[in-house]
Nanobody, 127 residues
């Protein structure tokens, strides 16, 4: 059974930082592309960042470029999202997603492309 467990969310002031973690089990993590999505109340789930299983390829939504960093540690079966200079409009539930991929450089940006999802962790940014 595949499990993705997010942690690291919380309440932070605007301009602050948080580091989200997603621990994976039950899938071949070292061959899985991973992604972070977020969903605010009343809005659609949107991609934040994604990373190939080798870590060689990454993608960032335009809104987070230069402030967020996605990374992974295949030895620990964990993917991270470092978020700096957070904004109030980034208050949302953040979700980790995974998909076993054939190619080392493949990454995915659409929610429907992913097979596995975590339960989410809430990030609240106060103004």
């Amino acid at each position: 059974q595949v499990q993705l467990a997010e942690s690291g969310g919380g309440l932070v002031q605007a301009g602050g930082s948080l580091r989200l973690s997603c621990a994976a089990s039950g899938l071949t993590f070292s061959n899985s592309a991973m992604g972070w999505f977020r969903q605010a109340p009343g809005k659609e789930r949107e991609i934040v960042a994604s990373i190939s299983w080798s870590g060689s390829s990454t993608y960032y939504a335009d809104s987070v470029k230069g402030r967020f960093t996605i990374s992974r540690d295949n030895a620990k079966n964990t993917v991270y999202l470092q978020m700096n200079n957070l904004k109030p409009e980034e208050t949302a539930a953040y979700y980790c997603a995974g998909k076993e991929a054939r190619f080392a450089s493949s990454y995915y940006n659409m929610a429907q492309q992913y097979d596995y999802w975590g339960q989410g962790t809430q990030v609240t940014v106060s103004s």
